[in-house]
């Protein structure tokens, strides 16, 4: 029996019982799936630190866009889509310069970023002009209420597009 844990050899019945349906072990590392790499960089800390940033720049844009909303539709007495296109392009260059410059603190090509942000700017003004309009003149629901849902959505997918389309 001595002999046996010197050796480090074991009996022909626990042998037997090793030697069952044990699957190999690769050699290879296992790569993480691009899924996990993109929820880990999402989740870290300079992602947080953006994202609250984005998050005050679009409190901040929001406040004026909407009072702009408001003084443009009842003030002015334009048409509430007309008031929200006008608002949405004068909030435009601050949100545009506030997120590059503040928020992702990118130093790439200004011209670039800048005709992407102006064609997300184009889909999001159709975006929230729809859906403003779907729920005031089909809905009946007042139309801050129309814009403060149509913002959610643009929000929604701005914020990923910005981080890792537009300011990369």
């Not at 996990?36 to 005050?56: A, G, K, P």
Request: net charge positive.
């Amino acid at each position: 029996m001595r002999d046996r844990a010197r050796t480090n050899q074991s009996s022909p019945a626990t042998q037997e019982a090793c030697d069952v349906d044990t699957p190999p072990v690769p050699d290879v590392a296992v790569q993480p799936s691009r899924v996990s790499v993109f929820l880990h960089e999402f989740f870290s800390r300079r992602t947080l630190s953006q994202f609250i940033r984005y998050v005050t720049i679009g409190m901040i844009s929001f406040t004026i866009e909407i009072s702009l909303l408001y003084v443009f539709t009842e003030t002015v007495k334009l048409w509430y889509i007309y008031a929200n296109s006008i608002a949405y392009i004068v909030v435009f260059w601050l949100i545009f310069l506030l997120n590059r410059f503040w928020a992702f603190r990118s130093k790439a090509d200004f011209k670039k970023q800048m005709f992407m942000t102006a064609a997300l700017f184009v889909i999001n003004l159709c975006a929230q002009n729809a859906m403003m309009y779907l729920l005031t003149d089909i809905c009946h629901v007042y139309y801050i209420i129309s814009k403060v849902f149509s913002v959610g959505l643009v929000a929604s997918w701005n914020f990923i597009l910005y981080k890792k389309v537009i300011y990369t």
